[in-house]
């Protein structure tokens, strides 16, 4: 199981350092930047972020289907390199247009590639080939610079979840989406080999140790949850590395080892 | 208007070119860190273009990489030389520079730019021929959302980031007067042209911005390295006009002497030399009624190394001697 920090009302850029700063400082994977009133520019602030913490992995997470999907592609691309390759693209069906979800989740693929492109769907088209832009016309684009990853990490998320596995791609499920209806979808896409190791994440909202740790161990038994991006103040970072995670990284612990972690609290044993 | 407000430090572009090949992820990491040079050094800004769709890779997301400036810096300005307006989300980018603009406590100086290549627009599903009409509604849709027409808190600069119209045609000359943007002239342009443009510009606008001008520039004391870098730029000037510009008749490489002609004007205007006689040339220009100068040291063939003994000559040789130039 592998977690990400989501700070739940981060003001400004110190906030959302702080999420990462105890993420790293905890051990744990990275944090999720998403839109919020204070920063609506997830690519911006996740580039800004990556770029005061490293090591951390900083998710991003971007409505797709209302914007052409070349110029999310490409802002993803260039947060990616400014990171050193840090970036997990989590696409979200924007609310206005969910019908042009798959076709722009294709053409952010096809420009991720390192290789000219020519896409043709009911929604997008590119290149267009207009008339009117008569020098050097092109058959098909090739969309630069390519990220620092091999292939760029991206994640569908909500509702965009059957065209994801549909693609082979990880997926973040929302705080309320039900882990049986989850385990469904997923068993489903276990049809296909692509699907093995693709990211079966959910949101979870942070309401203590134990009840983290009840709904991890269902997700993990249900639909086979491997992340968790738990929305929390960066506070939470030491007790969920320390309290939650170890326990839900194994099939099974060695009988005792838990009890022995009970009584001897070891992390609060630090030589100070 | 003390120095160092009025002189920043152009271009990144993120370029890995056939001349000096480079690998992306060292480009950006080397931007911060050249970019932290600069702040030491005191200039006002760095400033990054966009172009999209090329072999080379050149940036087209100047808010990212500027994002990623602001994180590794703390005062100085994030300029963009130009951002493409019209091959952008208006709502969308408005809201990225508002951020940006946020999590860099007000640094955000947002040069504007028509963009000229069909293939950019192309690729993008846009008309070429409708690009100015495109800057404007898009200029109108970004000054709403900063206005809240779309439910959004304001830029930390208020009522909006610092606006420059790039370009030098009456078009944009006009656009920047009647809308109160400055100007940000091309660096190809003699003294006596900025003083003509400047003189429209100023009286076109009711409260004029400044005026700025990208200039290129290289400091050295022996006259072959100025030379070779010259010569540099003219093969780099080559490479862009022969593959993206629309020329009388023909376009790029098809007609290799209008090229070389544009070129060769291009380059006509390099101050490279001694710092005194680099400081000579930028004190014309500022005398001609610039008030901003984005000096251009940077290129992708340029090594870091380089650059950086570039910025400190500016900084130290160059920028004292433009002490008071042009403000009278």
Redesign the interface.
Known sequence: MRFLLEHPAPQ??DDLVRSAAAAHAAGLDGVLVREW?????V??????????VDEVLVAAEVEIG???P??IA??A???D?????RLVLVARPAAAVPERYEESLDVIRHALAARPFRFEGEH???????P???????ER??????P?QPRLELWGAGPGRSAALERALGHLADLDDDPDELARAWAGAEASPATIGAPRGRREQWLGVDDLLRRLRHGRSTFGQDWACVVALPEAAAEIASLVRPRVQLHRLTPGLEEFWDAERPWERGLR | MSVSSRVGVSLWTMQSTAARPGLWRALYRRLGEDAQLAEELGFHAVWLGEHRVWYDGWCPAPLQALAHVAGKTSTIHLGTAMYLVPQHDAVAAARSIATLDHLSGGRVELGTGLGYRDAEFDALGLRRDRRGRLMDAGLDAMEAVWRGEHGDGPPVQRPAPRIWMGGMAAPAIARAADRGYGLLLPQTLSAGEYRRIADDYCARAVRPGAVGALRELWVSDDPKVGARHIERIGLHLTEEAGSWWALKDSFGFAARDQVDRQVARGIGQVAAGPAEQVAEALRAVLAAGVDYLALRPVFEFVEQAELHEQLRRIAEEVVPLLEGAGTS
Do not use: Y
Request: aromatic residues 2%; glycine residues 8%.
């Open positions: 400004g850029l009133q204070a920063l609506p520019g690519l911006v602030s996740a580039a800004a972020v990556a770029a005061r209302a914007r052409h070349v110029e490409e802002e691309a260039v947060t390199l400014a990171s050193g390759g997008w088209r590119v290149p267009m080939n207009l009117q832009n008569v020098h050097q016309p092109e684009v090739r969309v630069t610079p390519a620092a």
